[in-house]
């Protein structure tokens, strides 16, 4: 995985330029964080970019991560937005089991005024078994 090569910003804002047209704010620098959240975050951020400019080609992406006591991540696109009846397929499903299996959350909804966004809450210590 490129985050243990250039750690999670320098892995997301890689591949945001493989995109062409996706928008990185991440704080710097970002406190350490366990492996797993990063691992998490780098995965859920890949998957949702993709489907961004897959679903919503030449639309503009942004990405955004902070830290306040979790990791929270946001991906939003200036599409069209979710279609009529909409189900999530395996995409949206593999990102959020990777945020519950942290005992996190991941959510997709529409953004105002058109588009959709994705946005991943983890937290930053481990979940009790």
Request: aromatic letters at 2%.
């Amino acid at each position: 995985l490129p985050i243990y090569e250039m750690g999670l910003a320098g892995a997301i804002r890689e591949h945001a330029t493989r995109l062409g047209r996706a928008t990185v704010v991440i704080p710097t620098p970002l406190p350490p964080l366990p492996a797993a959240v990063e691992v998490a975050a780098y995965r859920i951020a890949v998957e949702a970019m993709t489907n961004a400019s897959r679903h919503a080609p030449g639309a503009a992406i942004e990405v955004s991560l902070s830290v306040n006591g979790r990791l929270e991540l946001q991906i939003a696109d200036a599409g069209v937005g979710l279609p009529a009846g909409f189900r999530a397929g395996v995409g949206l499903r593999s990102m959020r089991e990777r945020a519950a299996e942290l005992g996190g959350e991941c959510v997709l909804n529409p953004r105002d005024p058109h588009g959709t966004v994705v946005r991943a809450s983890l937290p930053l210590e481990a979940v009790p078994s």
